[in-house]
Every structure is written in structure tokens, then in C-alpha cells.
């Protein structure tokens, strides 16, 4: 049976000098899942990942890894591992030897580190290729090695800092699926910093959304996805409009909102710009208030009666469909 680790951010603060990268996060990350620490540059992600691998230190408040406070504790003692955006590979080292590299550090004997860093070859497909140097993988493979090279001192907890950034976007697609494939066959807790919402929607069982150095939101990935809280998190998540109605300020998914002739039950809006997106046809429209509304209309359906610009339609949603927002 596999152990489940707990980490848990306990009021964790980062300041660099006067200014507050990381505020006061509070949060308890699903054990042996994918977490995806999803936010716009500059958030605050990075340095939470190097608070939880120990390299940076914590300003105030505590790390818990099942329990135990770590945030003290040097990196290779916490049971966490991390995955560099650009892999950090010794280009001097074959494969194999950067795979073992922390096993010698810690003076493991050289039979013992083959046979491990050979299951960890094993493990993610790079066998044939041990004997290699860095600069004779592509990317894909390089970032394999870095994986191996986390993964071989039995982390509890793999920390990936943007890792598929490097990667171009067909085999970003490939790499993401191998990697939750991996999660779930290690069963350890993954948490994966990304700023793209494609990737962290692709990824994730848990998305933590970050702003501005806080938490905005965080829950299943299709929770935040279908009932995002805050504006923040509705406009970057997309796939959402925001609208100020009498009664508050609501989030609609795009794909939510119908688009019939006006008539009684409809908001009145004007057609803005039509885009051809192949499964579906974007349509932007205009209503009072001088706010623009997304509807996400399916290319056949649009095709059966379609709106150009300048036309005047009236916009129908499902009251069921609206999250009301906080801020
Ligand atoms: P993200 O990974 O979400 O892009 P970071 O955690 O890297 O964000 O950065 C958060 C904030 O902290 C930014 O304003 C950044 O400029 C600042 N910052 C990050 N690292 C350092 C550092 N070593 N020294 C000073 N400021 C830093
Ligand atoms: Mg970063």
C-alpha cells in the first residue's frame, strides 16, 4: 500500500527585501495527486515551489509534510524533489551518471546507484540512450533524464517548476500526458507550476490558482474551471464571460449563452464580431452597459441561421449557469 503524504502551506509567507512575493498562503494539497499551481507571471509560484523544496527559505509560517515541519530542513532531507524549467543537466555526465548523480553525493556504492538509475532508465523509456551526453537528447529526452533524475531519490513529493515551457507545443502534449501517466503510476503527490490553464485543465486532479501572491482559488480542476469565484479566476481561466447585472457581478461560460432572433426573455445586444473557430464559431455581441458578451455557438448550429455584424439578437441563458462572484 502506498503511504500517503500530506504537505500542508501554513500561513507561508515570502518577502524579498520589502516586497511580499508569497502572502500568508494557506493550503492542504490532496495526497499521491496532480496538483497544478496555475497563475500569471510574477504571482508568487515559483518562490512557493522553492519554499516547499527548501530552496528558498520560508519568511514566516510553517511546511508540513505529513506531519513533520520541514521548512527548516535542507533539501535532499525534506522527501521532496525538484524538476528545474531547464533541466540543470551536467553536460559532461552520460545519462545514466546524471540520473545517479545525488546517489553518489550521498555516497551510495556504485553497484547499488547502476542498478538504481537503471530502473529509473527503465522507468522512463530512456534505456538505449544511457550512455549518451545531454547535448545528444532532444528535449523531450533531456527533460526524461531530468525526471529520472528527481524521481531516483524517492521523493513523496515531485515539485515541477514550468517544466514543459522548453518543450515545442506538439511535444508539450506528449510530455504532459507522460507525465500524469507517471503520477499515477508512482503515486506520489505531484505539484506542477504552470501559467497556462490549457496545461493545468490538461493536468490537473487539484488546481490552485494564484494571484498577486495570494491563493484566489483552489479545488477540483473542474470546479475552478466551472465555478470560478472571483473575476480573476473566471477571465483566466477562460472560456468565460463577465457580466455586471442589477443583482451582482456573474461569470457565464461562453458555450452557455444562446443566440436567438431578439424577443421577450432575451437580452437585447448587438452582433460586434463573428470569428470562425472550426468546432465552433465565436460571436461577440454588445448589450447595454457598453459590455461584450461571448456566446460559443457550434459551427452547425451557427451555420443554420447566422448573425453578422451590426445585427441585432437577442442572448438567452440558463439562470442555473451563472456564478455569482466575489470580487
Ligand atoms: P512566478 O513564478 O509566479 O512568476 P515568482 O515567485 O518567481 O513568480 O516571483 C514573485 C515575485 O517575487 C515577483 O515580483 C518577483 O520579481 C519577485 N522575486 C522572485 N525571486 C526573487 C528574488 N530572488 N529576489 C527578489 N525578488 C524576487
Ligand atoms: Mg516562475
Known amino acids: 500500500m502506498t503511504v500517503k503524504h500530506d504537505l500542508e502551506l501554513v500561513d507561508v509567507t515570502k518577502r524579498y527585501g520589502p516586497n511580499v512575493a508569497v502572502d500568508a498562503i494557506q493550503h492542504r494539497f490532496q495526497p499521491s495527486s496532480y496538483t497544478c499551481l496555475l497563475g500569471p507571471s510574477g504571482c508568487g509560484k515559483s518562490s512557493t515551489l522553492r519554499m516547499i523544496a527548501g530552496h528558498e527559505s520560508v519568511t514566516e509560517g510553517s511546511i508540513l509534510l505529513s506531519g513533520r515541519d520541514i521548512s527548516d530542513l535542507p533539501p535532499a532531507r525534506r522527501g521532496t524533489a525538484m524538476m528545474f524549467q531547464n533541466y540543470a543537466l551536467f553536460p559532461h555526465l552520460s545519462v545514466r551518471d546524471n540520473i545517479a548523480f545525488s546517489l553518489k553525493m550521498k555516497g551510495v556504492e556504485p553497484k547499488e546507484r547502476h542498478t538504481k538509475a537503471g530502473e529509473m532508465l527503465e522507468l522512463v523509456d530512456l534505456t538505449i540512450l544511457a550512455d549518451r551526453l545531454p547535448d545528444q537528447l532532444s528535449g523531450g529526452q533531456q527533460q526524461r533524464v531530468a525526471l529520472a533524475r528527481a524521481l531516483i531519490t524517492r521523493p513523496e513529493v515531485l515539485l515541477l517548476d514550468e517544466p514543459l515551457s522548453a518543450l515545442d507545443p506538439f511535444?508539450?502534449?506528449?510530455?504532459?500526458?507522460?507525465?500524469?501517466?507517471?503520477?499515477?503510476?508512482?503515486?506520489?503527490?505531484?505539484?506542477?507550476?504552470?501559467?497556462?490553464?490549457?496545461?493545468?485543465?490538461?493536468?490537473?486532479?487539484?488546481?490552485?490558482?494564484?494571484?498577486?501572491?495570494?491563493?484566489?482559488?483552489?479545488?477540483?480542476?473542474?470546479?475552478?474551471?466551472?465555478?470560478?469565484?472571483?473575476?480573476?479566476?473566471?477571465?483566466?481561466?477562460?472560456?468565460?464571460?463577465?457580466?455586471?447585472?442589477?443583482?451582482?457581478?456573474?461569470?457565464?461560460?461562453?458555450?452557455?449563452?444562446?443566440?436567438?432572433?431578439?424577443?421577450k426573455g432575451t437580452l437585447d445586444a448587438q452582433v460586434t464580431a463573428v470569428e470562425y473557430q472550426g468546432t465552433h464559431v465565436s460571436l461577440l455581441s454588445r448589450i447595454s452597459g457598453d459590455q461584450e458578451v461571448t456566446a460559443m455557438v457550434p459551427e452547425a448550429i451557427y451555420f443554420t441561421n447566422p448573425h453578422h455584424p451590426g445585427d441585432q439578437i437577442g442572448l438567452h441563458w440558463d439562470a442555473k449557469n451563472?456564478?455569482?462572484?466575489?470580487a
Open 171 to 263: 511535444l508539450r502534449i506528449r510530455m504532459r500526458g507522460e507525465l500524469k501517466k507517471l503520477q499515477k503510476e508512482l503515486g506520489i503527490s505531484f505539484i506542477h507550476v504552470t501559467h497556462g490553464q490549457d496545461e493545468a485543465l490538461a493536468l490537473a486532479d487539484e488546481i490552485v490558482v494564484m494571484n498577486d501572491a495570494v491563493i484566489e482559488q483552489a479545488g477540483p480542476a473542474r470546479d475552478v474551471f466551472n465555478a470560478p469565484k472571483t473575476r480573476f479566476v473566471a477571465q483566466f481561466m477562460g472560456g468565460h464571460n463577465v457580466i455586471a447585472l442589477p443583482n451582482g457581478c456573474f461569470a457565464i461560460r461562453t458555450d452557455a449563452v444562446t443566440v436567438t432572433a431578439p424577443k
Open 322 to 326: 451563472l456564478h455569482q462572484l466575489t
